[in-house]
């Protein structure tokens, strides 16, 4: 019997290779939350999944699931994200967020917000416009609401009685009550983006039960 195709939206978050031929993709889909899904033969030189089964790669694609897992027939994709190849710096702020929406996706969820938000992020992270500090803090915090854990506005880490300051607390909930497609028309000073920051990273250890690999390249950066 012939498996049914099913078309979803979606981003490569990672890629391995499997066997001599193959990769092992894990995908965020708006339809289906993060899935796994193989690509029999993409790593042929002439297979037309090829160049759709990379990271960053964002598009329609084709999955039907066998006996215990999905597997890629088709890829259409709309978005390579081109811009990281050449720079960097965006590359690595790129992979982080990769590795947070695969910390934060579920499997058979309703994923489109999140997906949403990882597509207009990474596509703020090549913009030169951009702040990536703030793209990365932004991410961080809408994550968190989406994933409905956002705490609210919580006390320093050390203690101290100072206050955020009011312009960061702004921002701050602007975050929390913004549609995602408004979450970047703001500037912050460079004392306010690091409180921002600062917040950002007392959420994190208090709601991640684990460090990312690819903060620690971040924070040397």
């Known amino acids: ?35 796994s899904a193989f690509a029999r033969g993409a790593r042929r030189p002439h ?62 969820n309703d994923e489109r917000q999140l997906l949403n938000l990882l597509y207009q992020s990474l596509k703020a992270l090549c913009h030169p416009a951009y702040e990536r500090r703030l793209v990365r803090h932004v991410f961080e915090i809408k994550a968190l609401v989406i994933n409905g854990e956002y705490p609210g506005i919580l006390p320093r880490a050390d203690g101290k009685a100072t206050d955020w300051d009011d312009s960061t607390i702004f921002c701050l909930n602007h975050i929390v009550d913004s549609s995602i497609g408004k979450l970047f028309n703001f500037t912050l000073s460079a004392t306010q983006l ?28």
Request: charged share 25%.
């Open 1 to 35: 019997m012939r498996q049914q195709n099913e078309k979803v939206t979606g981003i490569v978050l990672k890629a391995e290779p499997i066997g001599e031929y193959d990769r092992r993709l894990v995908l965020l889909t708006g339809e289906r939350g993060k899935i």
């Open 47 to 108: 297979s037309p999944l090829l160049a759709a089964t990379n990271p960053f790669c964002f598009g329609s694609f084709s999955i039907f699931f066998g006996r215990s897992a999905y597997s890629l027939s088709e890829a259409q994709i709309s978005n390579f994200f081109a811009g990281f190849r050449d720079d960097y710096e965006a590359a690595y702020y790129g992979c982080y967020l990769l590795e947070l929406a695969d910390y934060y996706g579920h499997e058979n």
């Open 194 to 221: 690091a409180e921002l920051g600062e917040i950002s990273a007392i959420y994190q250890s208090r709601f991640m039960d684990r460090p990312l690999k690819s903060l620690d390249i971040l924070d040397k950066l």
